[in-house]
């Protein structure tokens, strides 16, 4: 479980491919210090576990269905990654629950910059719209945000400069991929009123239970 509060940038050292999946390695710095093997680590908002670790640089597996599933199939030699270890009993919250299993990928729609912040805009399947509301949290390459507007299809979040310099997302461009984790409480939400359209649930149990 991790809070989707970005810890530092690690450097792509290489991804190497091979039957059923893949192997990255990252050079995550000072990050390394009381890193131990077995560790959960979300890269870009995916939860990967410590493989081996060679100093600074810190290796992964990864699974053919991440490969599919996420933006990492395209990591490039030097490219900079977001990461955050995963939440100890007892931390502060400073995001929301974020689960590290990616719900799938959105394109960057569109880019707007003024002097305090930067307006950036998303398009995913409607079926990740479906589970998003307005002021609800959503995250994008790991990065816990708030959702501004929402379209079916499209949502938009607010960036301050800090987010901007510490993250990856001050780097993206129009056209760039990014992997999108649906908020847990919206996926529970989805599904329960699936099952009262279904004949299951009720919405009067819904609201009694605090919906």
Known sequence: MFTGIIENLAT?????????????????????KDLKLGESIAINGVCLTVKEISGTVVSFDVSGETLRKTTLRALRNAERVNIERALRVGDRLGGHFVTGHVDGIGTIKEKKQ??????????????????????????????????VNLLDGAFSVALIPYTLSSTTLGHKKTGDQVNI?????????????????????TRKQLTEQGF
């Open 114 to 147: 003024s002097v305090d912040q930067c307006t950036m805009s998303f398009s995913v399947e409607s079926k990740f719209t479906d589970m998003m509301i307005e002021k609800g949290s959503v995250a994008v390459d790991g990065i816990s945000l708030t959702i």
């Open 12 to 32: 792509v050292k290489k991804l190497s491919l091979k039957a059923g999946g893949a192997e990255l390695f990252l050079d995550v710095s000072d990050l390394c």
């Open 181 to 201: 984790e649906i908020d847990m409480m919206s996926k529970w939400v989805k599904k329960i009123l699936k099952k009262e359209n279904d004949g299951g649930i």
